[in-house]
Nanobody
Framework: QVQLVESGGGLVQAGGSLRLSCAASGSIFSINAMSWYRQAPGKQRELVAAITRGGSTNYVDSVKGRFTISRDDAKNTVYLQMNSLKPEDTAVYYC??????????????WGQGTQVTVSS
């Protein structure tokens, strides 16, 4: 099993910054893609940013130029640097990790979620 522990959420004023972290631990053979999702009240969960094992990234249009996803494979950790935050960024943010087992199976794990609230 793999456990994901998120940290870094909180309350910030519009225009401010936060950095989210998500550390994976447990039975990890290999980690492939690492992603951040968010879910605002009354809305569906959406993909915010993703990073492949090779370092390729993609972002939802609404955060391009403001958010940066990165990873530290030595620490099995993914980060989301969020700058120029807007009230519409308010949501619970979840990390998602794709792992590969020694025999080639793929599994997906979710973090517990961390609340980000941006005040206007």
């Amino acid at each position: 099993q793999v456990q994901l522990v998120e940290s870094g959420g909180g309350l910030v004023q519009a225009g401010g910054s936060l950095r989210l972290s998500c550390a994976a631990s447990g039975s990890i053979f290999s980690i492939n893609a690492m992603s951040w999702y968010r879910q605002a009240p009354g809305k569906q969960r959406e993909l915010v940013a993703a990073i492949t094992r090779g370092g390729s990234t993609n972002y939802v249009d609404s955060v391009k130029g403001r958010f940066t996803i990165s990873r530290d494979d030595a620490k099995n950790t993914v980060y989301l640097q969020m700058n120029s935050l807007k009230p519409e960024d308010t949501a619970v943010y979840y990390c998602n990790v794709e792992t590969r087992t020694r025999i080639g199976n793929y599994n997906y794990y979710w973090g517990q979620g961390t609340q980000v609230t941006v005040s206007s």
